[in-house]
């Protein structure tokens, strides 16, 4: 079992920056992967920044050159946003998944709302 926790979100004005923060506990392998999703209103889910361990990053097009995902270690992962946009807003969750596993896990969600 894994649990994910999120923290960071908020309410910020168009063009600011927020930084989330992320840590999962429990049974963590060496290789895993971390990722943030994120998911607006009315919207399905999707993918906005993915890390694996020892792997290449892997970004939404729409948050490319704004967001930056990194690891401080194999079981914490940030995502620093910058140049915030209204159609930012969404809640983001956290996902792990160890390599090999048989399943991934979510975090609770942490709000974004970008004003404008």
């Known amino acids: 079992q894994v649990l994910v926790v999120e923290s960071g979100g908020g309410l910020v004005q168009a063009g600011g920056s927020l930084r989330l923060s992320c840590a999962a506990s429990?049974?963590?392998?060496?290789?895993?992967?971390m990722a943030w999703y994120r998911q607006a209103p009315g919207k399905q889910r999707e993918l906005v920044a993915a890390?694996?361990?020892?792997?290449?990053t892997n970004y939404a097009d729409s948050v490319k050159g704004r967001f930056t995902i990194s690891r401080a270690t194999k079981n914490t992962v940030f995502l620093q946003m910058n140049s915030l946009k209204v159609e930012d807003t969404a809640v983001y969750y956290c996902?792990?998944?160890?390599?090999?596993?048989?399943?991934?896990?979510w975090g609770q969600g942490t709000q974004v709302t970008v004003s404008s």
């Open positions: 996902n792990f998944k160890n390599v090999g596993g048989a399943r991934d896990y």
């Open positions: 890390m694996p361990t020892g792997g290449s």
């Open positions: 429990g049974t963590i392998f060496t290789s895993n992967t």
